[in-house]
């Protein structure tokens, strides 16, 4: 890494290639499609992201890119970014300066949640810490343009979830850890649903309100404590201790 560059975005960079790596360790990839996308501080229009044509495990700390909203690469770099890729992040980083980092995938639990009218299931454990906190968005095509940005953010409103109906699902919160947090319960409650759904018999329903207290408890324990944190940090050992160290030179 560069001499000028700041001790925080050193960190920051440390950190997303770690949630790029966790992504790859829990199987959650696409190839070499898909994003992870985090603000540098203090330059609310500069991200980092991956290489285009890298696999999730081969990002590291000094490979990530720095473009700007349209996904256009704005430091000299070896690799080159996917600005086509990146429409989704930059819409949502520009609306939402709550928004920090923002994750897409498409998983199969993800994309057959997608795929369904009713969309996410509320009566599974983490199905009802989303109660009332995504949004959904129809299929317009590969999402490439900047016209289909407004109604995205429409579908997204104030929340943190959007499900890109017939699609896959993009999370955001304030930093890494808690947009991984968020990812983790959405995957969570997708897995469930599609396992439930292969069960013949009803459900056992929650109630509203039931569903609405789980909701808001989920919500601060990503916002207001160190969980997420403490998570993600503990899902790293455990990856390092499996898998060794993460890139040349990683000392953790
Ligand atoms: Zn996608």
């Known amino acids: 890494m560069t001499m000028d560059m700041t001790t925080e975005e050193m960190q920051l960079r440390v950190r997303l290639a770690e949630c790029y790596h966790l992504i790859n360790y829990y199987g959650w990839t696409e190839m070499i499609f898909n994003h992870i996308s985090v603000r540098l501080p203090g330059t609310p229009t500069r991200y980092l992201v991956n290489p285009f044509g890298l696999n999730y495990d081969e990002v590291t700390p000094d490979n990530l890119l720095v473009v700007n909203a349209d996904g256009q690469l704005i430091t000299e770099a070896e690799h080159k970014p996917n600005p086509a890729g990146f429409a989704l992040h930059g819409a949502i980083h520009t609306a939402r300066d709550d928004i920090h980092c923002v ?84 995957q969570r409650a997708a897995e469930i649903q599609c396992h439930a759904g292969q069960i013949p018999g009803p459900d056992v329903l929650i109630s509203d309100d039931i569903k609405r207290g789980c909701a808001r408890d989920a919500a601060t324990l990503i916002s207001g404590s160190s969980a997420a944190d403490r998570m993600f940090d503990a899902a790293v050992r455990k990856m390092r201790k499996e898998r060794g160290p993460l890139w040349t030179g990683d000392k953790a």
């Open 103 to 186: 994750i897409h995938t498409h998983t199969n639990a993800v994309c057959a949640v997608a795929m369904k009218q009713a969309g996410f299931s509320h009566d599974n454990f983490y199905g009802a810490q989303l109660f009332e906190r995504v949004g959904y968005h129809a299929f317009e095509g590969i999402t490439l343009y900047d016209e289909e940005r407004p109604r995205m953010l429409e579908s997204l409103g104030d929340k943190h979830v959007l499900v890109l109906r017939n699609h896959g699902i993009a999370v955001g919160e304030a930093d890494v850890a808690r947009t991984f947090f968020l990812l983790w319960i959405v």
